[in-house]
């Protein structure tokens, strides 16, 4: 069936420094693929997304690119804030008729960066 | 509003007892979907519902749990004779067409 693996948590930075996760995916047809992030203390929002094979995905300096070749969608930043420290999600979905059916999510990492 | 809205926020309850939690997706979005996330756990996948299409309960941990859709838009999640394990925050999304949106959440404490 179709799921997603995320690298094992947590990850610690220094500020300025450069982020990779890693998150890979098993899935059938041609899912989208999302980054949620989770802020202490508060809800999961959606950071970006692609919906086909070569889209890069990019919001508040994080990029992922869809790779079909190799089913993966690394997270990446160049440098890394204090006020990035989060749990990262990823996460598929395959189209439902007209709209995205469920969501699978990796286990998530968790993100710490100090100052 | 513009969001997906939950309530209550918090709810805290005795072990046996009936909850329901709510859901208002946002407005004209079709799809629904329920998740729980367990304390230090990741993202459990609990109901779908898609339009007028029988929803996607192959997550519902047991029969204790249900949930329902009226007129296409709130939801409700039923947990009948709450368990200790029950307690977590449970969230829910909506979407039409794209990436679904996530509500604050119903954080459910059993005690």
């Known amino acids: 069936g179709d799921s997603v693996t995320q690298m094992e948590g947590p990850v610690t930075l220094s500020e300025e420094a450069f982020l990779t996760i890693n998150c890979t995916y098993t899935?059938?047809?041609?899912?989208?693929l999302f980054w949620y992030v989770q802020y202490p203390g508060e809800g999961l929002q959606l950071l970006l997304k692609a919906t086909k094979a070569d889209d890069k995905g990019s919001n508040k300096g994080f990029e992922a690119t869809y790779r079909k070749e190799t089913t993966s969608f690394h997270l990446e930043k160049g440098s890394v804030q204090v006020s990035d420290s989060a749990v990262y999600f990823c996460a598929l979905s395959k189209k439902k008729g007209s709209t995205l059916g469920r969501l699978y999510f990796g286990r998530g990492t968790q993100l710490t960066v100090w100052p | 509003g513009a969001g997906v809205s939950q309530s209550p926020s918090n709810k805290v309850t005795e072990k046996g007892k009936d909850v329901e939690l709510r859901c208002d997706p946002i407005?004209?979005?079709?799809?629904l979907y329920w998740y729980r996330q367990s304390l230090g756990q990741g993202l459990e996948f609990l109901i779908y519902?898609?339009?007028?299409?029988?929803?996607?309960k192959s997550g519902l941990p047991s029969d204790r749990f249900s949930a329902e859709r009226t007129g296409g838009s709130v939801s409700t999640l039923t947990i009948q004779r709450t368990q200790q394990e029950d307690s977590a925050v449970y969230l829910c999304a909506s979407s039409y067409g794209s990436s679904p949106l996530f509500g604050p959440g119903t954080r459910l404490t059993v005690t």
């Open positions: 519902f898609q339009g007028n299409s029988a929803p996607d």
């Open positions: 899935a059938t047809g041609y899912p989208s």
């Open positions: 407005s004209g979005h079709t799809a």
